[in-house]
């Protein structure tokens, strides 16, 4: 029954009739899968936000559970249903605790021979959780070997910024704005090239980011920052603090611009 119902997606009456046999048989190790599975989809569909938490508890429960006695041919499967079952926790958590359980398991499921293309995005967001810079870089090339997205290469940027390889995120970032037709993302590659621009002290490159990213949406509080700094660098105080009070209207806890319109009162 619960087969059959998994093959229809039914996630709901999955989970709903593994509640009762599982009252008969609390550790059966197939109902135990079969319900951590379940609740994990539930817990990504849910509209809100304490249902999505109750699943995803109750996911982690079963799959850690069903660990316990689990035969060689599942067990790299089930480590990696509760990787991501961590991963998501922690990004539905109000505290980001669980990224270093999501890296713990989703390492044991490759290392028990399980494959799986998403596994080395999952582990390149988990480490930048973790601020495992160089490791966050590795699993991220990695993922391109599986699939390759503007989204993942602003990933890998913003990494190598961090690391302060900014050669190498410049290249991506160039790709990005060149060839995607996602306009938040190219904004944000701009945002972190014209930030990347300024630490150079390239300031007209910087502001040639800026100014495009204001073209293309003027309520980015992040360009009108970075063109205050732009501003301040080149002497010119009035206009600096004039970007910065656009800043503040647009985002009224920019902490930087609120710190910069008090520097200069």
């Known amino acids: 029954m619960l087969a059959d119902k998994w093959e229809q997606y039914d996630y709901q009456a ?4 593994s509640s009762v046999l599982l009252e008969k048989k609390s550790f059966n190790n197939t109902v135990l899968v079969y319900r951590g599975y379940a609740a994990f989809y539930l817990a990504v569909s849910a509209t809100e936000s304490q249902q999505a938490q109750d699943y995803i508890e109750e996911s982690i429960h079963c799959l850690r559970l069903a660990l316990i006695k689990a035969k060689k041919k599942t067990l790299g499967q089930i480590q990696y249903m509760l990787g991501k079952a961590y991963f998501y926790k922690n990004s539905i958590s109000s505290y980001h605790y669980y990224a270093d359980l999501a890296v713990e398991y989703l390492t044991k499921a490759k290392e028990s021979g399980y494959k799986a293309d998403d596994i080395p995005e999952y ?3 988990s480490y930048a959780q ?3 810079t ?14 390759e ?5 602003l990933s890998i940027a913003e990494q190598y910024s961090k690391a302060g390889q900014n050669s190498a995120a410049k290249q991506y970032l160039f790709q990005i704005i060149q060839r995607s037709n996602d306009d938040s993302l190219v904004i944000k590659s701009r945002t972190l090239l014209g930030n990347i621009l300024l630490k150079e002290e390239d300031y007209k490159g910087a502001q040639e980011e800026f100014e495009a990213i204001i073209i293309k949406n003027d309520n980015c509080a992040d360009a009108h920052y970075g063109m ?13 603090r004039s970007e910065w009070r656009k800043t503040l209207r647009i985002q009224v806890n920019h902490v930087e611009a609120l710190e910069k319109i008090q520097q200069y009162r």
């Open 228 to 240: 205050g700094l732009i501003y301040e660098k080149n002497g010119d105080l009035a206009k600096a």
């Open 149 to 153: 997205s503007d989204a993942l290469l």
């Open 130 to 132: 973790l601020n495992m």
């Open 14 to 17: 999955v989970y709903d009739t």
């Open 134 to 147: 160089m490791e966050s870089i590795a699993a991220f090339s990695e993922a391109l070997l599986y699939r």
């Open 123 to 125: 582990l390149g967001l």
